[in-house]
């Protein structure tokens, strides 16, 4: 995948170029442009994209950890449960009748 610019379409993504869009290839190999007025870029931390766009010396300060959990149930069903645990918060919501999605962050110590 490759970021549009305004300037070139299908061309790669320069310092100091608006993004307007993606140029993709879909599983038969085919290319495609996908453009917008507001591009979000969200594509991981340990992306190629994010390596041309940011800092490549990333450090981890934390981890996401999440289980699905089935044949459970929640005291409320369909809303999502906090419950504020130490040394991080777990997140539980449904995701299927019979299944919960469990989520919890990590986050390394700095000491």
């Not at 549009?4 to 100091?16: F, I, M, Y």
């Not at 990333?58 to 504020?84: A, I, M, Q, R």
């Amino acid at each position: 995948m490759h970021m549009v610019c305004s300037a070139e379409q299908g061309k790669e993504w320069q310092d100091g170029q608006a993004v307007t869009g993606v140029l993709y290839k879909t599983s038969d190999d085919q290319e495609h442009v996908a453009t917008a007025n507001l591009t979000v870029v969200c594509d991981g931390m340990h992306s190629t994209l994010r390596k041309k766009l940011g800092t490549p010396d990333l450090k981890t300060p934390s981890h996401f950890v999440g289980l699905k959990l089935k044949g459970c149930s929640l005291p409320y069903s369909n809303f999502g449960h906090v419950v504020l645990a130490n040394p991080s918060p777990l997140l539980f919501y449904p995701i299927s009748s019979t299944e919960v999605s469990l989520g919890s962050w990590h986050v390394r110590s700095c000491f």
